[in-house]
């Protein structure tokens, strides 16, 4: 993505920080999502001109306790928004050691600068929440707020995507629609991690117990989507 492209999205939160309203403040948000997911287009179309601009490969995450497989999903459920695929490299006792997220290269772009900026706006929340129920572990509270956390960013980023495609309807490479571009890559994407990770099987459907999915979520409907509050220091760690 382009640094102008990134500095326009960042001026919309900036303006939505000084918003005199929540409404306000939220409009403003919206206008940055739906920027950013258009940008993802416009790679994609100019990477259907020039194909050997924007490459399909591989990134290695490491994920770190506490909550690394919850730290997992969140990556996971990314990279799936924005059209990559994600391996869970589990250890021991339901931990994950890393996730490697394939895809072409502008979209992992994209997801490793969402989730290092969720990352961190997740981590500054986790650690103040406590169950509201007597005697539930707080542990599991917070699996379960983390996971609300991730499932309700796929759904907005889900839905910025979808909205992006359908605003570029008339637009295409020369020769396809944005929809048939879109989707080649898609399928592209799909047969390289079928002959990269021949062996891998579905993800086990997270069980968890504690009662901070709500809550989780609703945090997840606030958070900034534009990665505004990395540093370059920051994303260095995250792909190292």
Same mark, same amino acid.
């Given at each position: 993505?382009?640094?102008d492209?990134?500095?326009?999205?960042?001026?919309?939160?900036?303006?939505?920080?000084?918003?005199?309203?929540?409404?306000?403040?939220? =409009?403003y948000?919206?206008?940055?999502?739906?920027?950013?997911?258009?940008?993802?287009?416009?790679?994609?179309?100019?990477?259907? =001109?020039?194909?050997? &601009?924007?490459?399909?490969?591989? *990134?290695?995450?490491a $994920?770190?306790?506490?909550?690394?497989?919850?730290?997992?999903?969140?990556l996971?459920?990314?990279a799936?928004?924005?059209?990559?695929?994600?391996?869970? @490299?589990?250890?021991?006792?339901?931990?994950?050691?890393?996730?490697?997220?394939?895809?072409?290269?502008?979209?992992?772009?994209?997801?490793?600068?969402?989730?290092?900026?969720?990352?961190? *706006?997740?981590?500054? *929340?986790?650690l103040?929440q406590?169950?509201?129920?007597?005697?539930?572990?707080?542990?599991?509270?917070?699996?379960?707020?983390? @996971?609300?956390?991730?499932?309700?960013? @796929?759904?907005?980023?889900?839905?910025?995507?979808?909205?992006?495609?359908?605003?570029?309807a008339?637009?295409?490479?020369?020769?396809?629609?944005?929809?048939?571009?879109?989707?080649?890559?898609?399928?592209?994407?799909?047969?390289?991690?079928?002959?990269?990770?021949? &062996?891998?099987?579905?993800?086990?459907?997270? $069980?968890?117990?504690?009662s901070?999915?709500?809550?989780?979520?609703?945090a997840?409907?606030?958070?900034?989507?534009?990665?505004? =509050?990395?540093?370059p220091?920051?994303? &260095?760690?995250?792909? =190292?």
């Amino acid at each position: 993505m382009g640094a102008d492209k990134l500095d326009t999205v960042r001026k919309l939160l900036a303006k939505a920080d000084r918003a005199a309203t929540p409404d306000e403040a939220q =409009a403003y948000t919206a206008k940055a999502v739906e920027l950013m997911a258009r940008h993802g287009i416009d790679d994609a179309l100019l990477a259907a =001109a020039d194909p050997g &601009r924007d490459e399909i490969g591989a *990134q290695q995450i490491a $994920m770190d306790d506490p909550y690394s497989a919850g730290k997992a999903r969140l990556l996971a459920w990314t990279a799936s928004a924005l059209r990559c695929r994600a391996v869970l @490299h589990e250890a021991w006792g339901g931990k994950v050691a890393a996730v490697t997220v394939f895809g072409f290269a502008s979209d992992r772009e994209r997801v490793e600068l969402l989730y290092t900026s969720l990352l961190l *706006q997740a981590g500054s *929340q986790l650690l103040r929440q406590r169950p509201a129920r007597p005697g539930e572990s707080v542990a599991a509270y917070r699996r379960s707020w983390l @996971h609300g956390f991730a499932v309700e960013v @796929h759904r907005r980023l889900t839905e910025a995507e979808a909205g992006a495609v359908a605003e570029h309807a008339g637009t295409s490479d020369g020769h396809r629609p944005v929809a048939l571009v879109l989707a080649d890559r898609s399928a592209r994407v799909e047969r390289a991690y079928a002959e990269a990770f021949p &062996r891998m099987g579905r993800a086990r459907r997270a $069980m968890l117990s504690g009662s901070g999915f709500r809550a989780g979520a609703a945090a997840g409907e606030r958070a900034d989507l534009d990665g505004s =509050a990395l540093t370059p220091r920051t994303r &260095r760690a995250l792909g =190292a």
